[in-house]
């Protein structure tokens, strides 16, 4: 029985081996007749790789490279304006005692500079009295404000009118308020552009504004002759046929930073609004007396009209003027004849 398993075993042994060779044979006989890599493909792998990375290098050092001088100073100046906090806009409005529309222009103004970016701080100016819906008025604008009264009584209106300026300045001086200064009656009106204009403004501003005079086909411009934001002359009016031998400007036809109230040095004065009597006339004088501080907007030739100012009769009618009969239009044409 053993005698007759060894040979089983043996003949299974050697079929076993004489696989493994055969398919060692086979493997080896197709693997002879696959490409192999020589000499020149190896080295024309090595100069492409090579060429590559140099393009790469080139490409980096290119974009770390320095820009040109103009397009440098682009840059810089872009990134001066994303980082820069935006310059805050002081507007400073007095309110006339008889004015009978006073709180309709004020609240029509106010939402229009509720549409100003921010920051903006308004000063509004009143006599003191009772009864008053001027700081409800501005609560409800949602606009940053200072609500000022004074005690003194006028009889000239623009007298009062210059005395309430005096106080707001004084107020910014005294507290130190930062940003651009403009005077806005509550008779202007506005292009939403003219207040992005101020923000630009370093030192003295001035525009041209139309003068229109309700009732009357007539607009007078006012204001300075610009070329490339460089004042160079301004529109005059004619008295007797004789043209004004200094330009009168307006008080809502320029803009000033407020620091000149404190700090004159920092712009060349040796004076403060402080060490005279009359702050708004002393503000324009400095506006005057130096035109090449002054910046004219819009940027460009500052000859376009951003700012309207309506000219209007604030007096209240008298108490026993009679007025015309009230038609009843609820009827209909055949009710009236009846």
Not at 178 to 188: C, D, E, K, Q, R
Request: with cysteine.
């Amino acid at each position: 029985m053993g005698s007759t398993e060894r040979p089983k075993k043996r003949a299974h042994l050697c079929k076993k081996a004489i696989l493994h060779f055969s398919l060692c044979f086979i493997m080896g006989f197709f693997t002879g007749f696959a490409p192999t890599a020589t000499k020149s493909s190896i080295s024309t792998s090595t100069i492409t790789l090579s060429n590559t990375t140099k393009i790469l290098s080139n490409f980096t050092r290119n974009l770390a490279a320095e820009p040109p001088p103009a397009r440098k100073r682009d840059r810089e100046e872009l990134v001066k304006k994303m980082v820069a906090p935006r310059r805050q806009i002081i507007i400073v409005t007095p309110t006339r005692s008889g004015d009978r529309n006073r709180e309709v222009w004020l609240r029509r103004l106010g939402n229009t500079i509720r549409l100003v970016r921010q920051p903006l701080l308004w000063i509004v100016v009143e006599a003191k009295r009772e009864g008053s819906n001027v700081a409800e008025i501005m609560r409800k604008t949602g606009i940053m404000y200072r609500h000022l009264v004074f005690k003194e009584n006028f009889t000239d209106s623009e007298a009062e009118m210059n005395h309430q300026r005096n106080v707001a300045l004084k107020h910014i001086e005294h507290h130190r308020l930062s940003g651009i200064v403009h005077f806005a009656g509550l008779s202007n009106f506005y292009d939403l552009r003219f207040f992005h204009e101020l923000r630009e403004i370093e030192v003295f501003g001035t525009w041209p504004m139309a003068l229109v005079t309700a009732n009357k086909k007539k607009v007078v411009i006012e204001g300075p002759i610009c070329d490339s934001s460089q004042v160079i002359g301004w529109h005059l009016k004619k008295m007797a046929n004789q043209t004004q031998p200094k330009p009168q400007i307006h008080i809502s036809s320029f803009a000033f930073n407020s620091s000149i109230l404190w700090d004159p040095e920092r712009w060349g004065r040796t004076s403060s609004v402080q060490d005279t009597s009359q702050s708004v006339n002393f503000v324009k004088q400095v506006v005057l007396e130096d035109e090449a501080k002054l910046t004219g907007i819009p940027s460009g030739d500052c000859s376009k009209i951003m700012l309207w100012s309506l000219r209007t009769s604030t007096k209240t009618p008298p108490a026993n003027q009679h007025l015309p009969p009230v038609q009843d239009v609820s009827q209909t044409p055949s009710q009236q004849g009846t």
